[in-house]
Structure formats: C-alpha cells, structure tokens
C-alpha cells in the first residue's frame, strides 16, 4: 500500500515530442505528489508538485495531470530537448512523514 | 535558496574502516533530515529519518549500528558508515525538510562511496 507504481521504465522521443510518464498509488493517505529530475552522479531536483485537489498543473514545460480517483498522475514534458534526458522520478507524501519514491524513467530525447 | 550540501562528493575507502558523510542545510534550518541510498540505476532507498536532538528513526532492514546517524544541530546531519564493507559501495543522498507546513525536502548532491 505504500508503494508507488512508475511507467515506462525507461522512453526515447525525438526533440519536439511530448514524452509522458505514469504513477499509481494505493495508500489514499497521500497528500503531495512531486517529481523529481535526476542526472547522473547528481542528487534529485523537484521539478513540479502537485497536491490531489488540483487536476493539473503547469510550470513552464512540465505539467503534470492528477486523476484522484483512480490515484493515478503522470508527468508531460512538452516540447522535450536533449538536456532533459535525465532520469525522472514520481513520489508521494503523507503529511510530514517520509516521501516514497517510484522506480525511476530514464528519458532520452534524441537530437 | 533552500541549498543542501554534501561532504564529501566522492570517498574511497578501504574494507574495514569508517566514513563520515557531512549533510549541511546552508541557508535554513532543517527540523528533519532524511538519508537515502542509491544503487546503479535504481530508485532512492530511504535508510533512516533523523530530527535535531533525537535519535535517528530506521528503516526496517538498515543496521543501525552500522549506518550511525547524527543529527547534532538544525543544519548538520552525518551519517558514518562504520566497518565499511565492499558491498556498503553506493550513491548516498541526504534531504532536508523546513518543517512546519512545507511539504518540500531538498536534496543534498549526493556521496559516492567506493570500499575497496
């Protein structure tokens, strides 16, 4: 129940396109949902947040769409260049405890 | 602002001996301090939650007496792998929390840690 289920595992896009990653989550008790963009030999950046009375938000090409009642939310990179081929990572919160993470998407945008 | 900052970047040690990890909120003052482990293409494993002043919090399956958590002051944390062994070898990250209604915790660059 506390885990967080992340697809693809990995995804390679031409430049342009529109790569989009999905999380499920079961526990209801989950109250943040950030995503985080990693490089390699680097710490996890937050990229974007959202909170589950909020279907979408938006902050410069990255939007994430959250669908409450089939606890699920993805993340959309629009108009995806090389430099954000990086490993990303969805996770959620409840309250002030630990942040659980899903198993990561190695994203690749092709030149 | 809300840096975190991680010493060393890399350390090489040999089998047996220990290591000091330096976690340092540089410009607030973190309540709770979270230390992760990273293998190879893997997801980041939480290994312990400390707050200021208070024993560290484990998570279940991480020796405690071989992964020593020291959280002495709101912007410090150190983690000392003790009797470091080769199979110890990972990425190590340190987050931070502000507490209070903040949701968000900021990472720390991350330590590699070689046993050889």
């Not at chain 1, 008790?29 to 979408?56: C, H, M, N, T």
């Not at chain 2, 944390?77 to 929390?97: N, Q």
Request: include cysteine.
């Amino acid at each position: 129940q506390q885990q967080v289920k992340q697809s693809p595992q990995s995804l390679i896009v031409q430049k342009g396109g529109i790569p989009i990653i999905n999380c499920a989550y079961e526990n209801t008790a989950f109250d943040y949902f950030p995503w985080y963009q990693q490089f390699p030999g680097k710490g996890p950046a937050l990229l974007i947040a959202i909170r589950p009375d909020v279907s979408e938000k938006k902050e410069g090409r990255f939007t994430i769409s959250f669908n409450k009642s089939a606890k699920q939310f993805s993340l959309h990179i629009m108009d995806s260049q090389p430099g954000d081929s990086a490993t990303y990572f969805c996770a959620a919160r409840a309250g002030g405890f630990k942040t659980i993470f899903g198993a990561g998407t190695r994203l690749f945008v092709k030149a | 602002g809300a840096v975190v900052s991680q010493h060393p970047s890399w350390v090489i040690c040999k089998s047996g001996t220990s290591v000091k990890i330096e976690c340092r909120s540089l410009d607030f003052q973190a309540t709770t301090m979270f230390w992760y482990r990273q293998f190879p293409k893997q997801s980041l494993m939480l290994m312990a939650t400390s707050n200021e002043g208070s024993k560290a919090t484990y998570e279940q399956g991480v020796e405690k007496d071989k992964f020593l958590i020291n959280h002495a002051s709101l912007t410090l944390s150190t983690l000392t792998v003790t009797s470091a062994h080769p199979e110890d070898s990972s990425f190590y990250i340190c987050s931070a929390h502000i507490g209070g209604s903040s949701y968000e915790q900021y990472f720390g660059p991350g330590t590699r840690l070689t046993v050889t």
